[in-house]
């Protein structure tokens, strides 16, 4: 059985090449990303494994079913990018819903701890003999009130890790989960409440700009934000026009609203016509990277694993319904 695969890097091909051959797949890699002038690529392959800036839209979606393309693989959990109501009936879709909360979560706190304490300037500094600290004062955790939004598995972690920091947690989540460690509260009060918020929820239409105007207006001024989950969660026009108003003590993303054309990439050497993206990264109190959240040995192992026995359960029709998300007609 032949699979495609879109939006490779090395660490992909690392992962998935050995497995694959483990058990008699046929892979083939492709730098590009899958859209509507890539699709034809797929013309031979049973299989299609895509990342989270590929294209899945129903144009797309068209040109693969006309090559032959019976299984979607996404080697990640989120699925904004692929139209289901378009795949239902066509194609099985499957995700890979859980492969490292922890990996997740962890790198959340970092985000947090870094730029609370400044550690990317400090960094910058003592590079070049700079061992001044004026400007790189944070605040103490302890006693401070966090939010966690969502409480999936990652957000389940983030509370879990956050109990040894004598913080008071608060949660909201339109499924509650029992058991958990935190106080749940309205979306509006965790806003007005928290010294810190930190996003792991999914993107959706109810989550869709959840950081905006509004809701930016709501939170304390000196308050930190971490998103580690959809960029799209925050509109970044008016994060920007917070940020240069003196709003947050601090913001740090490791996703961003137009990450596609950026992320996974070396840029290094381009001029970057994304305005807001080169506004964001003048800010000091402001940390970006570049969608590494998920990015440890434990989760690409994860990740391969588990995309690969997604794709031998489609073809033995035994569709798990948390990874799941559109199944074709048999």
Request: one cysteine or more; glycine letters at 6%.
């Given at each position: 059985?032949?699979?495609?695969?879109?939006?490779?890097?090395?660490?992909?091909?690392?992962?998935?090449?050995?497995?694959?051959?483990?058990?008699?797949?046929?892979?083939?890699?492709?730098?590009?990303?899958?859209?509507?002038?890539?699709?034809?690529?797929?013309?031979?392959?049973?299989?299609?494994?895509?990342?989270?800036?590929?294209?899945?839209?129903?144009?797309t979606?068209?040109?693969?079913?006309?090559?032959?393309?019976?299984?979607?693989?996404?080697?990640?959990?989120?699925?904004?990018?692929?139209?289901?109501?378009?795949?239902?009936?066509?194609?099985?879709?499957?995700?890979?819903?859980?492969?490292?909360?922890?990996?997740?979560?962890?790198?959340?706190?970092?985000?947090?701890?870094?730029?609370?304490?400044?550690?990317?300037?400090?960094?910058?500094?003592?590079?070049?003999?700079?061992?001044?600290?004026?400007?790189?004062?944070?605040?103490?955790?302890?006693?401070?009130?966090?939010?966690?939004?969502?409480?999936?598995?990652?957000?389940?972690?983030?509370?879990?890790?956050?109990?040894?920091?004598?913080?008071?947690?608060?949660?909201?989540?339109?499924?509650?989960?029992e058991?958990?460690?935190?106080?749940?509260?309205?979306?509006?009060?965790?806003?007005?409440?928290?010294?810190?918020?930190?996003?792991?929820?999914?993107?959706?239409?109810?989550?869709?700009?959840?950081?905006?105007?509004?809701?930016?207006?709501?939170?304390?001024?000196g308050?930190?934000?971490?998103?580690?989950?959809?960029?799209a969660?925050?509109?970044?026009?008016?994060?920007?026009?917070?940020?240069k108003?003196?709003?947050?003590?601090?913001v740090a993303?490791?996703?961003?609203?137009?990450?596609?054309?950026?992320?996974?990439?070396?840029?290094?050497?381009?001029?970057?016509?994304?305005?807001?993206?080169?506004?964001l990264?003048?800010f000091?109190?402001?940390?970006?990277?570049?969608?590494?959240?998920?990015?440890?040995?434990?989760a690409?192992?994860?990740?391969?694993?588990?995309?690969?026995n997604?794709?031998?359960?489609?073809?033995?029709?035994?569709?798990?319904?948390?990874?799941?998300?559109?199944?074709?007609?048999?």
């Amino acid at each position: 059985m032949k699979i495609a695969f879109y939006d490779t890097k090395p660490y992909d091909k690392t992962w998935f090449k050995p497995l694959a051959k483990e058990r008699g797949l046929d892979v083939t890699f492709f730098e590009t990303r899958l859209g509507k002038d890539t699709a034809i690529l797929a013309t031979g392959n049973d299989a299609v494994c895509i990342f989270v800036n590929d294209v899945a839209d129903k144009e797309t979606l068209d040109i693969l079913h006309e090559a032959g393309v019976k299984t979607i693989l996404l080697r990640c959990a989120g699925y904004d990018n692929v139209d289901l109501k378009a795949a239902e009936g066509r194609f099985d879709v499957m995700r890979v819903p859980s492969y490292s909360p922890a990996a997740v979560a962890e790198f959340a706190l970092t985000l947090l701890m870094a730029v609370n304490r400044c550690v990317h300037k400090a960094y910058q500094r003592t590079r070049d003999f700079n061992f001044s600290i004026n400007g790189l004062m944070g605040m103490t955790l302890r006693g401070k009130t966090i939010g966690v939004v969502g409480t999936g598995k990652i957000g389940r972690t983030m509370v879990e890790i956050l109990q040894g920091f004598g913080m008071e947690i608060l949660a909201y989540d339109p499924y509650p989960t029992e058991g958990i460690k935190a106080n749940y509260v309205s979306k509006e009060e965790l806003f007005r409440r928290s010294d810190i918020i930190t996003f792991h929820c999914p993107l959706t239409d109810d989550t869709r700009h959840m950081v905006n105007a509004e809701t930016i207006g709501m939170m304390k001024d000196g308050s930190i934000i971490v998103n580690t989950s959809r960029g799209a969660i925050v509109d970044t026009t008016a994060l920007v026009e917070a940020l240069k108003a003196g709003k947050f003590a601090g913001v740090a993303l490791d996703v961003y609203e137009e990450e596609d054309e950026y992320f996974f990439e070396d840029r290094s050497n381009e001029i970057i016509s994304d305005d807001e993206l080169s506004r964001l990264l003048t800010f000091p109190n402001v940390l970006v990277t570049s969608h590494q959240a998920f990015f440890t040995t434990e989760a690409m192992k994860a990740i391969a694993e588990t995309t690969l026995n997604n794709y031998e359960s489609a073809l033995k029709g035994e569709l798990t319904p948390g990874n799941t998300l559109a199944k074709r007609a048999r």
